[in-house]
């Protein structure tokens, strides 16, 4: 998640943009709360035991962040120490250091990630009371039947007298979780209940990890289609490229609920936003600069689809094959569109030849496949975006020396591009609005709500996109969305009709 950014900065409103100075390499391991740690350890007597503990972390690299007494005893101490590390290797050699520790046991070690997980991060609440036999009666029979019948009769009230209104389907194949690949359904789950539990928290959306035991694209489709009539909306999550393209395409014409691939369309919007946003710190327009994209897949394609929609002028794009271009009988059909959609020159080459004269460089490909030092190729005042996760495609502190301006997926560093800041807004707005559908319209316009969040007297090279606990990101999103959903041309809502007594209409 990004740091909160002060205010306090200087408008570049009507003034030539004051570049922030390069942020400073960090000296040894940058270490992060997903693989923190807690270690029970016993301690001597010796009121420096204490001390030789923290250093002992210290040295290792690890950073503390709590020290808690178990128990306390006339010959010593019972504490745990909570410490954060940079990986599981490092975890493991925080608690070497430990060991070493003169007068110190270390007794118990626990991973605070894995126990967060434990027994999983979402539960099922009821909205309603069921204390006494009237409440019974109301909620489920014989009271249930009435609201059955009538929605068999009315079943456009659906979305108003259940859950449907308000929730949301995660699916998934397992095909292409985070970084990680194909790991299957089962080894998917631990990220879905995860963004269930982002729309929660961002949105109060209640949704659901759905969790396929199939590749098969006729196979997803089909059953999403029967499981559609419980839900407002469809949200597609780590499904690989190019099948992922397809699934989405045929439940849109099928259904007739939003549905919308975050892997695209969320990437898509957050990268957009910042990017407006970045151009105004550097003073550069849209259609003005080059743009190089590393990464033909589904991020990829998303990306470029909706900043060439935006204005973008030129657009190149790199992956495997090279410089995609539409001459290439290697690509695949996929890439091939994307290829005749940027690059009617039919350039070629590798990622760093498509820098040359480069203003703006997006990564949604894999780590490590830019030398820093290629970023020289780039105009002034470069935009560098390398967003893989878990590892950039070039060091983003490191890029610093060469950009005007970075962001990345990191949490550690500013300007994080973060999906969190547009999925929870973009089906708030959809659910309100009682959308069946979502357009390109309205993903700019949640775009450009997003980059709105960011004021003239905030924006800075280190502040171009709001902190995900901004709490006005999911409002601002949500209701530029909702607006676009009601009044734009060909868009179809559901109209809210009924009497005001919370019976249906008649």
Same mark, same amino acid.
């Given at each position: 998640m990004a740091p909160e950014m002060s205010s306090e900065?200087?408008?570049?409103?009507?003034?030539?943009?004051? &570049? /922030? *100075?390069?942020?400073? #390499?960090?000296?040894?391991?940058?270490?992060?709360?997903?693989?923190?740690?807690?270690?029970? #350890?016993?301690?001597?007597?010796?009121?420096?035991?204490?001390?030789? !503990?923290?250093?002992? +972390?210290?040295s290792a690299g690890g950073a503390v962040t709590a020290i808690d007494v178990v128990d306390s005893r006339s010959d010593g101490l019972t504490v745990d120490v909570t410490c954060s590390a940079a990986d599981a290797s490092h975890s493991e050699e925080m608690v070497?250091?430990?060991?070493?520790?003169?007068?110190?046991?270390?007794?118990? =070690?626990?991973?605070?990630?894995?126990? &967060?997980?434990?027994?999983g991060k979402i539960e099922v609440a009821s909205k309603v009371p069921l204390k006494t036999r009237d409440d019974l009666s109301m909620a489920y029979t014989p009271g249930v039947a009435r609201v059955c019948l009538a929605l068999a009769?009315?079943? *456009?009230?659906?979305? $108003?007298?259940?859950?449907?209104?308000?929730?949301?389907? =995660?699916?998934?194949?397992?095909?292409?979780v985070l970084g990680l690949g194909d790991i299957g359904p089962g080894a998917a789950m631990p990220v879905m209940e995860g963004k269930a539990a982002l729309f929660k928290r961002f949105a109060d959306i209640d949704a659901w990890p759905i969790c396929l035991d199939t590749q098969d694209v006729d196979e997803i489709v089909r059953t999403v289609e029967l499981i559609a009539p419980g839900f407002g909306g469809i949200n597609l999550e780590d499904i690989a490229a190019p099948r992922c393209f397809e699934i989405e395409a045929r439940l849109r014409a099928k259904?007739?609920?939003?549905?919308?691939?975050?892997?695209?369309?969320?990437?898509? !919007? +957050?990268? &957009?936003?910042?990017?407006?946003?970045?151009?105004? #710190?550097?003073?550069?327009?849209?259609?003005?600069?080059? !743009?190089?994209?590393?990464?033909?897949?589904a991020a990829g394609t998303a990306i470029v689809h909706l900043m060439l929609l935006a204005g973008a002028g030129q657009v190149l794009v790199w992956d495997r094959e090279g410089i995609l271009s539409?001459?290439?009988?290697?690509?695949?059909?996929?890439?091939?569109?994307?290829?005749? $959609?940027?690059?009617?020159?039919?350039?070629r080459g590798e990622l760093p030849d498509a820098l040359d004269g480069a203003d703006v460089f997006i990564g949604v490909s894999?780590?490590?496949? &830019? /030398?820093? *030092?290629?970023?020289?190729r780039m105009n002034d005042r470069a935009v560098v975006f390398p967003m893989a996760n878990?590892?950039?495609?070039v060091d983003p502190v490191r890029a610093r020396q060469y950009a005007a301006i970075v962001a990345s997926g990191r949490s550690d560093l500013p300007n994080q591009i973060n999906n969190v800041l547009a999925f929870p807004g973009v089906f708030r707005g959809l659910l309100d609005a009682r959308a069946t559908e979502i357009s390109d319209g309205m993903l700019l316009a949640a775009a450009d709500a997003l980059a709105a969040v960011v004021t003239d007297d905030q924006l800075n090279a280190n502040f171009i996109i709001p902190s995900v606990f901004d709490h006005a990101?999911?409002? /601002?999103?949500?209701?530029?969305?909702a607006d676009r959903a009601r009044h734009e041309p060909g868009a179809t809502v559901t109209v809210r009709d009924d009497n005001g007594d919370g019976a249906p209409a008649s």
């Open positions: 900065t200087a408008s570049v409103t009507g003034a030539e943009p004051a &570049l /922030a *100075e390069p942020t400073p #390499v960090p000296r040894g391991p940058v270490t992060s709360a997903s693989y923190s740690i807690t270690v029970r #350890v016993t301690a001597d007597g010796d009121p420096a035991s204490i001390g030789r !503990i923290a250093t002992a +972390v210290g070497a250091a430990l060991r070493a520790v003169p007068g110190v046991k270390v007794r118990k =070690v626990s991973d605070r990630t894995f126990l &967060l997980h434990l027994g009769d009315h079943p *456009e009230d659906v979305r $108003r007298l259940t859950i449907k209104g308000n929730t949301v389907a =995660v699916v998934t194949d397992g095909s292409a259904l007739d609920i939003p549905v919308f691939h975050d892997d695209q369309h969320g990437t898509a !919007i +957050v990268a &957009l936003a910042a990017l407006k946003n970045a151009l105004r #710190v550097v003073d550069k327009r849209l259609p003005d600069v080059k !743009i190089v994209v590393a990464g033909g897949g539409p001459d290439d009988d290697r690509l695949p059909p996929a890439k091939h569109d994307l290829a005749a $959609r940027t690059n009617p020159g039919c350039i894999a780590g490590n496949v &830019l /030398a820093v *030092e290629d970023l020289a878990p590892t950039p495609e990101v999911t409002t /601002a999103v949500a209701a530029a969305v």
